[in-house]
């Protein structure tokens, strides 16, 4: 396998118009940068995750597997929002209108399930929302 190592933490506007964050997650150690995930209130319903999942220095695969992103919102209410695999290794999380509709920071971490059963878990995260 090939580390996915030219994603970089750039977020860019896809062609529909949402706010696209790529971020590469260890699932034993969170995000491998120090940029800060933000977005503003003109985000609102806009917000995309595009995580690749390594575990040390390899790829880890998520074919096949259900992916879901727990999400705490400033108010301490929770959202489980299902993560689409798009490839091997990558998922996109859309945060839909309550994963951005909040100012303050939020936290999230990632259950990968196979077969209904938890395979792993990766560290609770943050972003942070500026209305």
């Known amino acids: 396998m090939e580390l996915f190592k030219s994603r970089t933490r750039v977020a860019y506007t896809n ?6 964050y790529p971020v590469v997650v260890d699932i034993k150690k969170g995000i491998k940068s120090t940029e800060d995930i ?12 595009s995580v ?3 575990s040390g220095n390899e790829n880890f695969n998520v074919s096949g597997a259900d992916v879901v992103c727990s999400v705490m919102r400033p108010d301490a209410s929770t959202l489980e929002l299902p ?3 798009v490839r091997e290794n990558i998922v996109e999380v859309p945060l839909g209108i309550n994963g951005t509709s909040q100012d303050g ?6 259950k990968v ?3 209904g059963n938890k395979v792993v878990g990766t560290p609770i995260m ?3 929302v500026s209305l």
Do not use: H, M
């Open 15 to 20: 062609a529909v118009g949402d706010k696209v």
């Open 38 to 49: 933000q977005f503003v209130s003109s985000d609102v319903n806009t917000g995309i995750l």
């Open 52 to 54: 690749a999942f390594i």
């Open 83 to 85: 993560c689409e695999v």
């Open 105 to 110: 920071v939020y936290s999230f971490d990632f």
């Open 113 to 115: 399930l196979k077969g």
């Open 126 to 128: 943050n972003y942070s």
